[in-house]
């Protein structure tokens, strides 16, 4: 029998799911990678062009970690109103929005309220997203589920490597003109749009986007997991938003903190790739307690030590680390609930991740400014981060077998 037919079929549809995969992860880097990690990029400049404090710095992240728990507690609704399909192209759209926005009104309480409208769109992009790269793979195959999911991730770190090269060129080679940084931000934005269109039609629509709500029997299968990641989303996002601040404390230049974070954005997605695979592996909640510890190791090494050296190995480390955060969790949903409950569930944790991401910059931010030292609000990101390996060790594998093989 011969079955050269059928070998070059099943290579076709393989790196036809790749292609829509990396397509489809335009929205991850539209939604992190531009939209929120961006923001330490350009968060000096814009503290000393509108005097903020370090806390107010944080609120303007917390605004949008508030919109991104908005967006987290209807994302599952609107998908199942209108589809995942078109409620995430519609999120991706009023994303680069937002982003252009943030540049055209330099003025705090204007960029408070664009922010949390951008919590509110990335939200319902980045959710719906990884629930539309779930369902690239049509094969009840977990490990390639992970790898659909962490090519999706990797977007991420696309998102910030762009960051590091549009800004200086938008803004004549430094961080300065804050507003143009923006702007071209949010070009980016709309340029990758088309991208996504193509790679949704390419996706069928996914079945979570049926059940909007997850029940309380569902829920009891991802407690830890849905503790350890807000502890997680705390930890992380206080070293995202003030790493940059924190580098220039330590004397560092623009071109080498520009160096830095595009290092940090090339690493991180080649990283994401590699631990999808892993991470599709590994059972209970043992990936993601290896994924935070790491993290946690990458934002000890800028604390512990300064100058060059230091630097780099914090970009390496965390850079490869904490993108795998959202894989981890997602594959762990998938393991442990029926597909009818995915995107409810990745939403349900995707909001304990925003309710993190609302305490960890302002906490950070209030213990600079009430210390005169940003070194003293950075401790925040170490001490959350073990806390959410410790707390995601308690997750344990489905002890009855059939969500397993339902979402395997």
């Known amino acids: 029998m011969d079955t050269t037919g059928a070998v070059d079929d099943v290579k076709a549809g393989a790196g ?22 961006s923001y330490a990029l350009l968060l000096p400049a814009m503290q000393a062009d509108l005097a903020l404090s370090y806390a107010e710095a944080g609120a303007l992240n917390t605004a949008n970690g508030f919109g991104y728990i908005a967006g987290a507690v209807t994302a599952p609704w609107a998908a199942s109103r209108w589809g995942a399909k078109r409620a995430f192209l519609a999120g991706f759209l009023l994303s680069a929005l937002a982003l252009l926005a943030t540049g055209v009104f330099p003025d705090f309480t204007m960029l408070f309220l664009v922010r ?42 696309l998102g910030i490597l762009l960051a590091g090269i549009a800004v200086p060129m938008a803004t004549n080679g430094g961080v300065a003109q804050w507003t143009g940084g923006w702007i071209a931000l949010g070009v980016l934005g709309l340029a990758g749009l088309p991208i996504a269109a193509w790679a949704v039609h390419g996706i069928q629509e996914p079945l979570g986007g049926s059940t909007p709500l997850l029940k309380l029997r569902e829920f009891r ?52 790739l590699v631990w999808g695979r892993v991470l599709g592996t590994l059972k209970g909640g043992l ?31 965390f850079g490869g680390s904490f993108l795998a955060g959202p894989t ?9 609930l029926s597909p009818t409950y995915w995107t409810a569930a990745i939403s349900l944790l995707t909001l304990s991740f925003a309710l993190g991401q609302t305490i960890g910059p302002l906490l950070a931010g209030v213990i600079s400014d009430a210390t005169g030292d940003i070194s003293a609000g950075f401790w925040v990101s170490p001490l959350f ?18 969500p397993a093989r339902a979402a395997a």
Request: include cysteine; hydrophobic fraction near 55%.
């Open 116 to 157: 949390t409208f951008g919590g509110v769109t990335t939200a319902y992009t980045f959710i719906l997203g990884a629930a539309l790269a779930a369902a690239i793979c049509r094969e009840p195959n977990p490990r390639r589920r992970g790898t659909m999911v962490g090519i999706y991730v990797a977007g991420v770190g």
């Open 287 to 317: 990936g993601p307690s290896i994924v935070f510890v790491t993290a946690m190791a990458g934002t000890l090494a800028v604390l512990i030590w300064s100058g060059p050296v230091a630097m780099f190995v914090s970009a390496i480390i």
């Open 385 to 402: 981060l073990g806390f959410a390996a410790c707390v995601n060790a308690l997750q344990r594998p489905s002890d009855d077998g059939a």
């Open 16 to 37: 036809i799911e790749f292609a829509i995969a990396v397509a489809l992860s335009t929205g991850a880097a539209l939604a992190l990678g531009l939209s929120r990690f």
């Open 221 to 272: 299968r991802i407690a830890p997991t849905f503790f350890g990641y807000g502890l997680f989303g705390a930890g992380y996002v206080g070293y995202m938003t003030f790493v940059i601040a924190l580098l220039r404390s330590q004397g560092a230049n623009d071109e080498r903190m520009i160096l830095f974070w595009m290092v940090l954005g090339l690493v991180s997605a080649v990283s994401t």
């Open 328 to 336: 981890a969790i997602t594959i762990v949903a998938q393991r442990q």
